[in-house]
């Protein structure tokens, strides 16, 4: 199929795929065509803030990703975005705003609360981290990546009510084995879905998290 070349949405479409095909210096090609042909066009420099991430150019990634904002400021996947780009720079207060954001503006983006748990961690905010991770177990409960990462704080949580600090490096070294079996069993539970030992994996990831005298967890149903 050949494209239009005044059509901005075929720049735009072609410079996803060639992201997907890690053609990235063809991708920011194609978004500043688009973005030539439409000044305005808030989705192409939100992927123009993606491709510049992927190729290292953090501050441009920034760049695009606020002017994608000042065009569409209600633009939630444009704030997520920006909070990611913002977390490669350590710059945790002001992704921890643009994940609020993002959030407030879509209440059900699991991904936004999954990384606000780790930028709440990075922030030393444990038990708001792990209640943000809850929530995005709740909203996907077959999400790998916030089920692993919800048992870093909750570990912490329990070793500093337990332990004295001499010890953490040592539990830690001990957990990070731990972590390894609940991320092979969620693994495990979501490429099983529906299957004979969904359940069974399922069940697994939950006793691990669990496993240690006050730490709680909501047990969402299995799909």
């Given at each position: 199929m050949q494209l239009d070349p005044l059509d901005p949405e075929a720049y735009n479409n072609l410079s996803v795929t060639l992201?997907?095909?890690?053609?990235?210096?063809?991708?920011?090609?194609s978004l500043k065509q688009a973005i030539?042909?439409?000044?305005?066009?808030?989705?192409?420099?939100?992927?123009?803030?993606v491709t510049f991430k992927e190729l290292g150019k953090l501050e441009d990634s920034i760049d695009s990703y606020k002017k994608a904002l000042s065009i569409i400021p209600e633009y939630a996947e444009a704030?997520?975005?920006?909070?990611?780009?913002?977390?490669?720079?350590?710059?945790?207060?002001?992704a921890e705003a643009s994940l609020r954001?993002?959030?407030?503006?879509?209440?059900?983006?699991?991904?936004?609360?999954?990384?606000l748990g780790n930028?709440?961690?990075?922030?030393?905010?444990?038990?708001?981290?792990?209640?943000?991770?809850?929530?995005?177990?709740?909203?996907?409960?077959?999400?790998?990546?916030?089920?692993?990462?919800?048992?870093?704080?909750l570990n912490i949580i329990k070793s500093l009510e337990s332990y004295s600090k001499d010890y953490l490096t040592l539990i830690f070294n001990k957990k990070i084995f731990q972590?390894?079996?609940?991320?092979?069993?969620?693994?495990?539970y979501k490429l099983n879905i529906g299957g004979e030992h969904s359940k069974f994996f399922f069940d697994k990831a939950v006793d691990l998290l669990s496993a240690n005298e006050n730490i709680k967890i909501q047990n969402p149903e299995p799909l």
């Open positions: 992201i997907e095909l890690g053609r990235l210096d063809e991708a920011e090609a030539a042909l439409n000044p305005d066009y808030a989705e192409a420099y939100n992927n123009l803030g704030h997520y975005n920006l909070a990611i780009t913002l977390k490669k720079l350590s710059r945790f207060e002001e954001q993002a959030i407030s503006l879509k209440s059900n983006y699991a991904e936004a609360y999954n990384n930028i709440l961690q990075e922030l030393g905010k444990l038990d708001e981290a792990v209640a943000r991770l809850i929530t995005a177990i709740e909203l996907k409960p077959d999400y790998v990546e916030a089920w692993t990462n919800i048992y870093f704080p972590l390894n079996d609940v991320r092979l069993s969620v693994l495990k």
